[in-house]
């Protein structure tokens, strides 16, 4: 099948802009893994929407940009709050089950929100609800066909325009093109670069990797958001304890049993992620451990269970109930604010090529995004990509090949990740990111035969975090998300957004490449 449309990633920004673009040609979706292993089916929390009775869409923008400290798009976060309620309508009208006191819609509390307005589905699987009423809705749709387990490898790029993507296809080990007159890449996060995670395997960077080996501009890499609380059990992954338990009430204490919020900020709890979890840090540090405590047994256990079933049972699995034991809980990798740098219809630099949810940078989370934002954003952003996309409905496709020389690290991916998060996570200073960078410098492209997946992921995984550290680098200052040891002050000439952008394209050619530079724009 030669698509009209390849839409890349079947997470809640993907599957929705294939919706969207259903009714102007073929579109084929295409998921690196099964259909649920998206950031968006692990999405725990919820689904922030000004539709309550006693909230405004000018309250939730207001809390969206202080939470973005100075940084976001003001025009973004208009169009993500006014059109979230028509976008959360559409999903009811689809039949999503949001969790519901009676027969109206329950509106839980998470950090730096000045109103409960979170919709949750089954207490704690919101993104999992919300991607199979998705998933049920484009599966309606004959236009639109999905493939599962095919990895993007690289895009097909002619003259600053793409037409299409190379795949590689994990049963048959081959890499295959496939063209199209338009590509998104909806292709979530990149969490895994980082040691500590609640990211799921497949949050590899992949599409702004190949954004950047395409020649397209990236911004704001630097803003990595950290969640505080992640089940901290050694040797298990880190699972995400939802900041919904803090909006039910659970405190932090340190390991003495005190709580230390109100020594970081009057909303203790409640407050901006990256404050909770530097406070994390830092009361770990001062109690001499690695991780601090989640603590919900004030609380009736029957509530907990039925409130938060998901988040119990694993808890429970680990020898922890959280009725009566507080949970050990961390910091871990989470959500990356930056990413390729698009307008509000995911257009990039790159004609024909547009970018929705997580792995785009419109600007609307700025330095730091607002909790339950990011499910909302798929689905407002992936419609607007959809809908801009069908301007190429009658073109010819572009013919074009991949621009890049397939070469891959020598480095294991946990020797990787492990050095991202000793030196690139929450508290960053210049000695820590050069030692990164000549470590990644050190590392020699290698050419293999037969590559598997994880050489295509890890390959995406040391280019983005090459340009992540690049970007911390040039970012003397600190912002949200972004904590400078050495610049620990906002500094106002750089209330700016970083940008990257490849300054040479090789074709297969031995001509050394010039490292990436970072501009404020
Ligand atoms: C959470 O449930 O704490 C995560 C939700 C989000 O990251 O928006």
């Not at 296809?169 to 081959?174: L, P, V, W």
Request: charged share 25%; aromatic share 6%.
């Amino acid at each position: 099948m030669t698509p009209d449309f390849l839409v890349i990633g079947a997470g809640v920004a993907g599957l929705q802009a294939a919706i969207e673009l259903s009714d102007a040609g073929e579109v084929l979706v295409v998921a690196k893994d099964s259909l649920w292993e998206s950031s968006s089916a692990y999405a725990q929390g919820g689904v922030a929407v000004a539709i309550s009775d006693d909230d405004e869409v000018a309250l939730h923008e207001q809390d969206t940009l202080a939470a973005g400290d100075g940084l976001c798009d003001p025009v973004a976060v208009q169009a993500l709050v006014q059109q979230g309620p028509g976008a959360i309508q559409r999903l009811l009208e689809w039949g999503v089950e949001f969790d519901r006191d009676g027969i109206r819609l329950a509106f839980g509390r998470e950090g730096a929100h000045s109103r409960n307005r979170i919709l949750h589905a089954h207490g704690d699987s919101t993104g999992r609800e919300m991607a199979r009423t998705l998933y049920q809705k484009a599966a309606s749709i004959p236009s639109i066909q999905i493939r599962s387990f095919t990895a993007i490898t690289d895009l097909i790029v002619e003259d600053g325009a793409v037409g299409g993507a190379v795949f590689f296809d994990e049963a048959s080990a081959r890499l295959t093109p496939i063209h199209a007159r338009a590509v998104l890449l909806a292709t979530g996060g990149m969490g895994r670069i980082f040691r500590d995670t609640t990211n799921p395997d497949v949050a590899t960077g992949d599409g702004v990797a190949v954004a950047w080996r395409a020649g397209a501009e990236l911004s704001d890499l630097e803003f990595v958001q950290f969640h505080p609380t992640a089940l901290m059990i050694p040797g298990a992954p880190r699972f995400l304890l939802s900041e919904a338990l803090r909006g039910e009430g659970a405190y932090l204490r340190n390991i003495r049993g005190e709580r230390f919020m109100e020594r970081y900020s009057p909303m203790l709890e409640l407050a901006p992620r990256d404050v909770v979890a530097r406070a994390i840090v830092a009361e770990a540090e001062a109690t001499g451990t690695d991780h601090v405590l989640l603590d919900l047994t004030h609380l009736e256990g029957k509530f907990i269970a039925a409130r938060f079933p998901m988040i119990y049972a694993t808890c429970k699995s680990f020898g922890i109930d959280l009725a009566t034991d507080p949970a050990p809980v961390t910091p871990a990798a989470h959500y990356a604010m930056g990413g390729v740098r698009s307008g509000l219809s995911g257009m990039t630099s790159l004609q024909r090529l547009y970018v929705a949810g997580e792995a785009a940078c419109t600007g609307v989370h700025g330095a730091n995004r607002l909790a339950s934002n990011s499910l909302l954003e798929g689905l407002v952003f992936g419609t607007l990509a959809g809908s801009a996309m069908k301007r190429w409905a009658r073109v010819t496709p572009v013919k074009g090949e991949p621009l890049e020389e397939l070469t891959f690290s020598g480095m294991e991916t946990m020797a990787l990740r492990t050095l991202a998060w000793e030196n690139c996570s929450l508290l960053r200073d210049r000695p820590r990111l050069e030692t990164l960078l000549a470590r990644l410098g050190a590392d020699p492209s290698l050419k293999k035969t037969h590559p598997t997946r994880g050489d295509f992921e890890l390959r995406n995984m040391k280019m983005v975090l090459e340009l992540i550290a690049r970007s911390a680098l040039a970012r003397e200052e600190s912002r949200g998300a972004h904590h400078r040891l050495d610049f620990p002050e906002k500094r106002d000439e750089f209330r700016r957004h970083s940008m990257v952008v490849r300054q040479t394209r090789r074709r297969r050619t031995q001509i050394p490449e010039a490292p990436p530079t970072v501009q404020f724009v």
